[in-house]
């Protein structure tokens, strides 16, 4: 831990990097997974079962936690480590986007997003300088600009002003944020499916000297080549020497890929979100527990892992769980997607450190095509 924010690189293997960032609230390992803790718990689970199972970090959304409990009342309760009882650091998104995918009544202009919650209907108005004074009053330590994401496809012009809006509200908002030693604020590389429009942001965000740097705009619907081949463009544009986030990323397959193209840090809901609906992500592939053919199949999900949830269960159980929409079912599931994930980041994290990432990522993805489920 360090009193300031600090990034190292110790390690690269072709583009993929493994580092560590220093923060006073803790040091998160990179390539990292960032279990998403939507409004304040990380859905069916225990934070402490999310930190043992290897989680140096969380995210929280800022678009729910402003609507409740609130952010005024998150900090007149000693912020949200205090609240939910994770003394870890905590990355925030700035609420733009899931204003766009959830709010009612959503208006978009040069001064922020004045939407509709989809709570109470209650109106609100959120400014570049609003969503990190939020952001602040959460106590959230890696903070993240407001940005207008375009969902994929749309036309050249649309992203193009989508950009260019967000490089503004990055300025305002590197303002708003202030110097707050031992805290970060990331701008957002956007500019859709377009190569120059994402040079061209990813080079005005470097001007801001920031001190990381998310890649958005991605995981809105495109095909993974597409969002490889935006990594490829983008990615060498940005510093070195500060981390990058791949924001809302995604399957154990984009994650090993994303990594071979430089990204360090990365959050989805796939994990917790599948587990509840019954998918399992094991070493050897997917298994949807919904499916019949395990109602009597007395294995667990794998014998040989650490995790409680996949070694102790049978598959038998876990489907007539999830077929019974027990909530235990999206518990255990819940569990092992998220030890899964942080194991396969263990393993990206040392075979980027013993020089054999590229032979891990095919003997991973291998081993999923064979399956053996
Ligand atoms: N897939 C994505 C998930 C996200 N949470 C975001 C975001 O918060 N901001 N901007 C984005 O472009 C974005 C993309």
Same mark, same amino acid.
């Given at each position: 831990?360090?009193?300031?924010?600090?990034?190292?690189?110790?390690?690269?293997?072709? &583009?993929?990097?493994? @580092?560590?960032?220093?923060?006073?609230?803790?040091?998160?390992?990179?390539?990292?997974?960032?279990?998403? @803790?939507? $409004?304040?718990?990380?859905?069916?689970?225990?934070?402490?079962? $999310?930190?043992?199972? @290897?989680?140096?970090?969380?995210?929280?959304?800022?678009?729910?936690?402003?609507?409740?409990?609130?952010?005024?009342?998150?900090?007149?309760? #000693? @912020?949200?480590?205090? !609240?939910?009882?994770?003394?870890?650091?905590?990355?925030?998104?700035?609420?733009?986007?899931?204003?766009?995918?959830?709010?009612?009544?959503?208006?978009?202009?040069?001064?922020?997003?004045?939407?509709?919650?989809?709570?109470?209907?209650?109106?609100?108005?959120?400014?570049?300088?609003?969503?990190?004074?939020?952001?602040?009053?959460?106590?959230?330590?890696?903070?993240?600009?407001?940005?207008?994401?375009?969902? !994929?496809?749309?036309?050249? &012009?649309?992203?193009?002003?989508?950009?260019?809006?967000?490089?503004?509200?990055?300025?305002?908002?590197?303002?708003?944020?202030?110097?707050?030693?031992?805290?970060?604020?990331?701008?957002?590389?956007?500019?859709?499916?377009?190569?120059?429009?994402?040079?061209?942001?990813?080079?005005?965000?470097?001007?801001?000297?920031?001190?990381?740097?998310?890649?958005?705009?991605?995981? $809105?619907?495109?095909?993974?080549?597409?969002?490889?081949?935006?990594?490829?463009?983008?990615?060498?544009?940005?510093?070195?020497?500060?981390?990058?986030?791949?924001? #809302?990323?995604?399957?154990?397959?984009?994650?090993?890929? +994303?990594?071979?193209?430089?990204?360090?840090?990365?959050?989805?809901?796939?994990?917790?979100?599948?587990?509840?609906?019954?998918?399992?992500?094991?070493?050897?592939?997917?298994?949807?527990?919904?499916?019949?053919?395990?109602?009597?199949?007395?294995?667990?999900?794998?014998?040989? +892992?650490?995790?409680?949830?996949?070694?102790?269960?049978?598959?038998?159980?876990?489907?007539?769980?999830?077929?019974?929409?027990?909530?235990?079912?999206?518990?255990?599931?819940?569990?092992?997607?998220?030890?899964?994930?942080?194991?396969?980041?263990?393993?990206?994290?040392?075979?980027?450190?013993?020089?054999?990432?590229?032979?891990?990522?095919?003997?991973?993805?291998?081993?999923?095509?064979?399956?053996? !489920?």
């Amino acid at each position: 831990m360090t009193e300031t924010f600090q990034f190292k690189l110790h390690a690269t293997d072709g &583009k993929a990097r493994r @580092g560590e960032v220093s923060m006073p609230r803790g040091t998160i390992r990179t390539p990292a997974f960032m279990p998403v @803790g939507t $409004v304040g718990t990380v859905k069916a689970m225990y934070l402490d079962q $999310v930190k043992d199972l @290897g989680a140096d970090i969380i995210l929280g959304n800022t678009y729910h936690l402003m609507l409740r409990p609130g952010a005024e009342r998150v900090a007149r309760l #000693g @912020g949200l480590h205090n !609240l939910i009882r994770w003394q870890g650091p905590i990355l925030t998104d700035s609420g733009g986007f899931q204003v766009m995918s959830l709010a009612g009544l959503r208006k978009l202009d040069e001064q922020g997003v004045t939407f509709k919650s989809h709570v109470d209907g209650a109106l609100f108005h959120m400014s570049p300088e609003r969503s990190i004074e939020i952001q602040g009053l959460l106590d959230s330590d890696i903070q993240m600009q407001l940005d207008e994401c375009v969902a !994929l496809p749309a036309e050249p &012009k649309e992203i193009e002003r989508a950009m260019e809006m967000s490089l503004r509200w990055a300025e305002r908002c590197k303002v708003a944020f202030g110097d707050q030693p031992g805290k970060a604020m990331f701008g957002i590389v956007q500019g859709g499916d377009i190569p120059e429009l994402r040079v061209r942001s990813a080079e005005a965000l470097k001007g801001l000297d920031l001190k990381g740097y998310a890649v958005g705009g991605l995981a $809105v619907g495109e095909p993974q080549e597409v969002m490889l081949r935006m990594l490829d463009i983008t990615c060498p544009e940005l510093p070195v020497e500060k981390p990058r986030y791949l924001m #809302g990323v995604g399957t154990p397959d984009d994650i090993l890929r +994303s990594v071979a193209q430089g990204i360090d840090m990365f959050d989805c809901v796939m994990p917790t979100r599948s587990g509840r609906h019954g998918l399992a992500f094991t070493r050897h592939g997917r298994i949807n527990l919904r499916n019949a053919r395990h109602a009597e199949d007395m294995r667990p999900l794998d014998e040989q +892992s650490s995790c409680p949830a996949t070694r102790d269960y049978s598959r038998a159980y876990l489907h007539h769980l999830i077929r019974s929409n027990e909530s235990l079912g999206g518990m255990l599931l819940s569990w092992n997607n998220l030890a899964y994930y942080q194991e396969l980041m263990a393993g990206i994290r040392l075979a980027i450190e013993e020089g054999r990432f590229a032979d891990f990522m095919a003997e991973t993805q291998e081993t999923w095509r064979r399956g053996d !489920l």
